[in-house]
């Protein structure tokens, strides 16, 4: 969250509020193919207490896919299944892609405010040191000898 209390009474994508016959009817769907989809585990509304399904705006999307899917693009329901479990895994990658990438530049962030504070502390009466150029002579010595 983004550290803000939430309206309990905002709705969102999420919220589940359609009950199975609403949720047919926004689908498309028959409420007894709701039913099946929710036992193979395609869509699976929330519960009330009393066990009744209550379907999201999220949920009738994704029963239109289900649908589209199945009807216009022939995939059978495993293959669909497989198709949502794939989707979902890519979103939380992609998430967690978004997580790690602000991670990053909130430490690069931290890292060059680091390097302008010790920058910044330097002293600036020292002369800064410049290597010399070393001559190329070449200096030979040879130890006098002890007869001469």
């Known amino acids: 969250m983004d550290g803000r209390r939430r309206n309990p009474y905002q709705l969102t994508d999420e919220t589940p509020v359609y009950v199975i016959s609403v949720a047919a009817q926004l689908s498309g769907l028959h409420p007894q193919t709701l039913r099946q989809y929710d036992r193979l585990g395609l869509v ?21 896919t289900v649908q589209q899917l199945s009807q216009e693009e022939g995939i059978n329901l495993a293959g669909i299944k497989r198709i949502i479990k794939l989707e979902n895994q890519v979103a939380a990658l992609q998430s967690r892609v978004a997580e ?5 530049e909130g ?9 302008a504070a010790v920058h910044a502390s ?8 410049q290597d010399v150029q070393q001559a190329s002579a070449l200096v030979v010595w040879r130890p006098k000898r002890a007869t001469e």
């Open 122 to 129: 330097y002293r600036r009466d020292l002369v800064p040191y």
């Open 100 to 104: 790690l990438s602000s991670a990053v």
């Open 44 to 64: 699976s509304p929330d519960r009330t207490p009393g066990r009744g399904r209550r379907y999201s705006a999220r949920d009738i999307d994704l029963l239109r």
């Open 107 to 115: 430490a690069a962030a931290a890292m060059q405010q680091r390097e």
